[in-house]
């Protein structure tokens, strides 16, 4: 097994730059932009491949109920599936974690948008007085949606290619800057 190990100030700099990134994405949603093309989903997988289970799973959360406060905050129900939504996605992202490739990153993007369009707008039709409660009301409801969901996956796929490949460009920058060498490690310890 192979690992690169960073020195303490490569470690500082590579977390300083996962928050920035999360402090960044968050900033975005405040930002004019088109209906769901937003960069939370891809914090939720880029916090979930490169941050811890806690920090995974509430910096998400806590970058929508910042912005929310700005903009405003809506039915409650509706608002815990859009929430719980971007939760799978960071469970989503600790998945991806130890199955780390472009395929699987790209998947886990289209998954979370799926994901995302299917359960929050059944929210929409289930809890909102805006459908009938009915087969047809439920085809109404997410055909009108399409629009939105177009955005939600062009936004994710986007966020998640600029923060996932600037955080491994910078990664082997550092790399190079700091010129760490990879290690092998095995059961009978260190091999250079």
């Known amino acids: 097994m192979s690992r690169i190990i960073l020195s303490k100030k490569g470690r500082q700099f590579e977390i300083w730059l996962t928050f920035l990134f999360v402090a960044g994405a968050a900033a975005l949603r405040l930002l004019p932009h088109p209906p769901n093309f937003a960069p939370i989903a891809a914090i939720a997988l880029f916090g979930g491949v490169y941050l811890s289970r806690k920090f995974a799973l509430g910096i998400p959360i806590l970058a929508m109920l910042v912005s929310d406060i700005f903009i ?93 490949g600037v955080y491994e460009l910078v990664r082997v920058w550092i790399s190079k800057k700091y010129q760490l060498k990879a290690i092998s490690v095995s059961k009978g310890g260190l091999n250079r």
């Open 72 to 164: 405003g905050f809506y039915k409650p129900v509706v608002m815990a599936s859009v929430y719980g939504s971007f939760v799978l996605c960071g469970l989503i992202g600790l998945w991806l974690k130890k199955h780390k490739k472009a395929g699987t990153i790209i998947g886990s993007s289209l998954l979370c948008s799926v994901l995302f369009f299917i359960i929050t707008n059944f929210a929409v039709w289930a809890f909102t007085p805006w459908y009938t409660k009915t087969l047809a009301g439920l085809v109404q409801c997410y055909v009108l949606a399409l629009p939105f969901f177009r955005n939600t996956l062009l936004g994710d796929i986007f966020y998640v290619g600029v923060f996932f």
